[in-house]
């Protein structure tokens, strides 16, 4: 039978104090509610139903591309009026599965235990016994351990308080069972909504068993309400995270300084050492080591690399056995080859780096194809905008640059050809011989050091 999710989201978040609605706000990269549809996609679900409401222009925003079906609910009247709304859109035939924009951590085995156990005959109610279950809607049991009923912590006898079997809201059922009692519902309760919770009781009346899938994991059903949760929810994430990577073969310094907001794929024997972010998409080949502070956005570094403390590599591609940093910056568009030393103060952009290729001090490559085997000395500078236009920077291979050289683009440096330190470049330069622009050393005999005034 077809599986169908409904992901419950309408809720604003109050407590965030944000402009923005609660599902929106970032979890390891990614707005909290793209994780809960992502682990829903996992499901291998026929359809996806996200009820809306808070911020629905926010969430079509950034959202909207997303392959779920769009349903709002304009007023919160609570879980059972939410889930009504996306009742329509359910198909007779298949199981439904409830669950929340909020709760980004479930996790996709647990959920299938669960929707096992929805049938013509029994629903499933993902529980977990809390040391401190005050504020959740608490398991109603009867002599046999039955669950008969939940009862919300504000409706609930002091007896009841006592429970600590807790209603984590995830929960699966037939869509024709859910279809009948959501029906049914009304808001005669301490809050004046309509609640999910009751339709417990109403499977029970029907003689449909409700049973309870428990986890021991509480940070998999844990909701985020403020900030606070936010970032424990987050540490969690970035742990679990953590732990996958290693378990793949890479060695963290602490997995408590390390995060990764997007998706890595990593080799072997990778090291990571304290405070790497790793954002969008990373891949990391075999034996890459990154030094500390080290920042990679949507990069792919090849196997054998080392990547020294405190380098920036954004949307670029390194080439195997190279070595970057420290204190380099890799700009949108940066291909380095095999090989290359990319040293402290570089910044490269949209540029590329031929095999064995040398930049190690202090320089500026900006739109630039750099040959193989070049060497370019401290303090060079490809000037490739007149305040108006980009142009490009041509070295061709073994080229020598000598520091302190300028290289007003558009120039081709022909191959082989070395130039002078402190040259400024503006025509191109002829292979293997030596270019240099340079003013005459002179030394002034009669000079003398200029010394202060007597008063
Ligand atoms: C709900 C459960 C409670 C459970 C707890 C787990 C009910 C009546 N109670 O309580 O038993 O222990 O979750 O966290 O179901 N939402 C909508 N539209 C609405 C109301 C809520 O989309 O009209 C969404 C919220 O955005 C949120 C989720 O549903 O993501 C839960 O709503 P919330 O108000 O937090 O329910 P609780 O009172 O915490
Ligand atoms: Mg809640």
């Known amino acids: 039978m077809n599986l169908e999710v409904i992901i419950l989201a309408a809720g604003q978040g109050t407590r965030m104090k944000s402009s923005k609605p609660k599902v929106l706000h970032d979890l390891a990269g990614r707005p909290m509610l793209e994780h809960v549809i992502g682990t829903a996609h996992e ?6 139903h996200v009820v809306y409401g ?19 609910q304009s007023e919160q009247l609570g879980t059972g009026h939410a889930v009504l709304q996306a009742i329509p859109g359910v198909s ?12 980004p951590l479930i996790q996709k085995n647990t959920l299938e235990r669960l929707v096992e156990t929805a049938n013509e005959r029994q629903m499933g109610l993902l529980t977990i016994a809390l040391p401190d279950p005050g504020g959740y809607g608490r398991i109603v049991r009867d002599e046999k351990g039955q669950v008969i009923r939940i009862v919300e912590h504000k409706d609930a006898s002091t007896e009841q308080q006592k429970i600590n079997e807790i209603n984590t809201g995830i929960m699966a059922a037939r869509a024709s ?10 808001n005669n309760n301490s809050q004046g909504e309509y609640y999910l919770t009751d339709i417990i009781e109403m499977a029970v009346n029907d003689n449909v068993k409700v049973l309870a899938t428990t986890t021991e994991d509480e940070v998999e059903v844990t909701g985020i309400n403020d900030r606070v949760q936010l970032e424990q929810m987050e540490r969690a994430c970035q742990r679990r995270q953590a732990e996958t990577l290693m378990r793949n073969g890479v060695t963290l310094a602490d997995a408590g300084r390390f995060d990764c907001r997007g998706e890595c794929k990593t080799g072997h024997d990778v090291f990571i050492d304290v405070n ?10 075999d034996r890459v080591k990154i030094g500390p502070n080290v920042l990679i956005r949507n990069s792919t570094i090849h196997d054998d690399v080392e ?9 670029a591609e390194v080439g195997g056995h190279s070595h970057i940093g420290p204190f380099a910056r890799l700009r949108p568009g940066s291909m380095l080859s095999e090989n290359t030393h990319i040293g402290n103060f570089v910044e490269i952009k949209k540029s590329t780096v031929g095999k064995g290729s040398k930049i190690n001090h202090l320089s500026y490559i900006g739109d ?3 040959g193989s085997s070049v060497n370019i000395g401290a303090g060079t500078i490809t000037c490739n905008y007149d305040g108006a236009n980009k142009f490009k920077t041509i070295i061709g291979n073994n080229c020598f640059i000598g520091s302190g050289t300028q290289l007003v683009a558009p120039v081709t ?13 503006t025509r191109d330069t002829p292979e293997v011989k030596l270019t240099l622009s340079r003013s005459k050393q002179v030394t002034i005999e009669s000079w003398q050091r200029p010394r202060k005034k007597k008063k």
């Open 92 to 103: 007779q035939d298949c199981v439904v599965l409830i669950l929340y924009g909020d709760v």
């Open 43 to 48: 499901m291998n679900s026929a359809r996806i």
């Open 54 to 72: 808070h911020g629905g222009d926010q969430i079509h925003e950034q959202l909207g591309h997303q392959e779920v079906d769009w349903v709002e």
């Open 276 to 285: 790497a972010i790793l954002e969008g998409n990373v891949t990391l080949g």
């Open 413 to 425: 440096i022909g191959k082989g050809s070395t130039i002078g330190a402190g040259s400024t470049i």
């Open 368 to 370: 630039s194809e750099i």
């Open 307 to 315: 990547i020294l403390a405190n380098s920036i590599i954004d949307q």
């Open 177 to 186: 069972h859910l279809k009948k009692w959501l029906g049914q519902l009304d």
